[in-house]
C-alpha cells in the first residue's frame, strides 16, 4: 500500500497524559498536512511541512501541541497534557507541492484514515 | 484568506432522485477547488478538482461540479444517487501557494430508498 498511513488508528487516553500519533505520508510527497475534525465539523487545519521546514501553524496548534518531520518523511503530532476538549480525529494528509513545473502539481492533497483521539 | 460555506448540513433525497450540494467560497487570489466525500469512520477520498480550463467538471462515482467565478461557486451533483453515496460531502479551495485545504462544514447527504 502506497497511500497515507497513520498511526495508530485509535488511541483512548486519560486526561493529563501525553500522547503522539505518527504519520507517513506517500514516498516522493514533500508536503504534509496535519489536520483536526471533531463530530459533525469539516477538517481543519493545524500545520504543514514542506520537506523538514515547518511553513504555517494554525492558532489551533496551542503549545501543547508539536509536530516534526525530522528527516523531511514521516511526521509526528505530540499533544502534552492533554485535555477532554481534544478528542477528535487527527488527519495526515501529503502533495506532492510544486517542482517548478506546474504540470507536476495537481493541488490535490491525499489523506490517510485518520487517529482517533478520546480524552477520557 | 479563504474561506468555504456550506449552506445545507443536511440533504435528504431519494434513492434515483438527483441531487446538488451547494458550495460557495471566498478567496483574494486564485484557488484550487475541491470536493471530497468521507464515508462513516474513514478518510477522505477525493471525488473531482477543478484546477483550470473548463469549468465542468467530472469525478468518481457519476458524481461532476461547475465552477462559477462570477457566482464564487462549485456545487457539485449527480443526476441519480444510490443507496451507497449516503456520506458527509466536503467543499473545500486551496491556496495555490501552499496547496493548504479549508474546508466547508460539509453536508450530509441521506438517501433513502
Known amino acids: 500500500d502506497t497511500g497515507v498511513s497513520q498511526n495508530p488508528r485509535h488511541k483512548i487516553t486519560k486526561r493529563g497524559q501525553n500522547v503522539t500519533f505518527r504519520c507517513d505520508p506517500i514516498?516522493?510527497?514533500?508536503?504534509l498536512y496535519w489536520y483536526r475534525q471533531t463530530l459533525g465539523q469539516g477538517p481543519e487545519f493545524l500545520t504543514y511541512?514542506?520537506?523538514?521546514?515547518?511553513?504555517?501553524k494554525s492558532r489551533l496548534l496551542s503549545d501543547r501541541f508539536s509536530a516534526e518531520r525530522p528527516k523531511g518523511s514521516f511526521s509526528t503530532l505530540e499533544i502534552q497534557r492533554t485535555e477532554q476538549g481534544d478528542s477528535a480525529m487527527y488527519l495526515c494528509?501529503?502533495?506532492?507541492?510544486?517542482?517548478?513545473?506546474?504540470?507536476?502539481?495537481?493541488?490535490?492533497?491525499?489523506f490517510g484514515e485518520g487517529s482517533r483521539l478520546t480524552v477520557l | 484568506a479563504q474561506s468555504v460555506t456550506q449552506l445545507d448540513s443536511q440533504v435528504p433525497v431519494f434513492e434515483e432522485a438527483p441531487v446538488e450540494l451547494r458550495c460557495n467560497y471566498s478567496?483574494?487570489?486564485?484557488?484550487?477547488l475541491f470536493w471530497y466525500v468521507q464515508y462513516p469512520n474513514q478518510g477522505l477520498q477525493l471525488l473531482l478538482k477543478y484546477l483550470s480550463g473548463s469549468t465542468l467538471v467530472k469525478g468518481i462515482n457519476g458524481f461532476e461540479a461547475e465552477f462559477n467565478k462570477s457566482q464564487t461557486s462549485f456545487h457539485l451533483r449527480k443526476p441519480s444517487v444510490h443507496i451507497s453515496d449516503t456520506a458527509e460531502y466536503f467543499c473545500?479551495?486551496?491556496?495555490?501557494?501552499?496547496?493548504?485545504?479549508?474546508f466547508g462544514t460539509g453536508t450530509l447527504l441521506a438517501v433513502q430508498p
Open positions: 478567496s483574494s487570489v486564485s484557488v484550487y
Open positions: 473545500a479551495v486551496s491556496d495555490r501557494a501552499t496547496n493548504k485545504l479549508i
Open positions: 494528509a501529503s502533495s506532492s507541492g510544486f517542482s517548478g513545473r506546474a504540470k507536476d502539481s495537481t493541488g490535490e492533497l491525499f
Open positions: 514516498s516522493e510527497h514533500n508536503r
Open positions: 511541512f514542506q520537506n523538514e521546514a515547518q511553513l504555517e
